[in-house]
């Protein structure tokens, strides 16, 4: 019988975390024969009553399991977690969320078809849409990727996924083989579910829901959320728009470079991506923009390659350092 553990990093959560954990433990895994084995609580040394509202939870379900982590941060509360973990299979979950009853049944099928088609032994990740909903959990788009005018599928292609990422990680399933490999998530990634989204697309495989499987909860403490920009704001605000895409490519870059000291050796496929991205700096502004006509890397909407355009031209050539 297929287990699977559920990691789930929290910081003062207190308002959520109970109805999150409720969610979880609602689902009906039984269409696929499979069981819940831990859910796992990393704990970023809240300061209201997070940890005891846990403890509480812990009484009468000996499943969930309260880990207090010292080291601050997203990245490292996550790693915590997971290090915390045994199952076959792994979901990442936020405090602030409602999970569907369905979510882990429909993450398992998906995990089980990658597997039969190329196998349980390589890296498998697998990603769902979600319902975007306000504080109170009243739906404002019953689709994330339609929200944000980005399609899921074509994500997976070189040039997109080391641009940016599409899959929260509270939509995520990882096989025991991909945190084998990309654990733990090092200093200097972007965000945890970008590197493994990263490793399981170069070495492995990624596979999509394409039905929404939880409420993703939008409040004033998002970590990271669901935004869109209206078309005026597009026109009215360059200056700002720029910067934020300068600095999301800067992004990008480090982490293609970690990537590349962490894996010297990809697939041919991402050999090009990986050499645009990390010589970026150093490309005269010619050679950026034919990078970008060649589609080296690609913007994940129509605004977004406009912006690619604007960096690759404004921004300033760097010198390489003489060795």
Not at 49 to 67: D, R
Not at 202 to 217: C, D, E, K, L
């Amino acid at each position: 019988m297929p287990t699977i553990d559920i990691a789930l990093a929290s910081y003062n959560g207190e308002k959520y975390i109970s109805a999150q954990i409720d969610s979880i433990f609602a689902n009906d895994m039984s269409a696929v024969g499979a069981s819940l084995g831990k859910l796992i609580v990393s704990d970023n040394v809240s300061t209201d009553a997070t940890a005891e509202i846990v403890k509480n939870i812990c009484c009468t379900h000996p499943q969930v399991q309260l880990h207090i982590n010292q080291k601050r941060g997203v990245i490292h509360n996550f790693n915590h977690a997971l290090e915390q973990t045994e199952a076959s299979y792994v979901m990442l979950a936020d405090q602030d969320d409602v999970w569907q009853n369905n979510k882990i049944a429909l993450s398992l099928q998906k995990m089980q078809e990658l597997e039969r088609e190329f196998g349980a032994e390589v890296p498998l990740l697998v990603f769902t849409d979600l319902a975007v909903t306000d504080h109170q959990l009243n739906v404002i788009s019953s689709s994330f990727f339609a929200y944000q005018k980005i399609d899921p599928v074509g994500y997976v292609r070189p040039e997109s996924m080391f641009l940016y990422n599409v899959a929260p990680g509270c939509t995520m399933m990882l096989n025991r083989r991909l945190l084998e490999m990309a654990s733990p998530v090092p200093d200097g990634a972007v965000m945890h579910d970008w590197w493994l989204m990263l490793v399981a697309g170069v070495f492995g495989h990624i596979g999509h829901v394409g039905q929404a499987t939880m409420f993703y909860r939008q409040h004033d403490n998002n970590q990271v959320g669901a935004s869109v920009s209206s078309f005026w704001e597009k026109l009215f605000s360059p200056r700002r728009k720029l910067q934020l895409a300068r600095k999301n490519l800067q992004d990008a870059i480090r982490q293609a470079k970690l990537f590349s000291a962490q894996f010297p050796v990809v697939p041919a496929k991402f050999s090009s991506t990986l050499i645009y991205l990390t010589g970026f700096d150093y490309l005269s502004r010619w050679q950026r923009v034919r990078g970008l006509m060649q589609q080296t890397i690609v913007g994940p909407t129509f605004w977004g390659g406009v912006l690619l355009y604007a960096v690759a031209v404004f921004s300033p050539v760097l010198s390489r350092s003489p060795r």
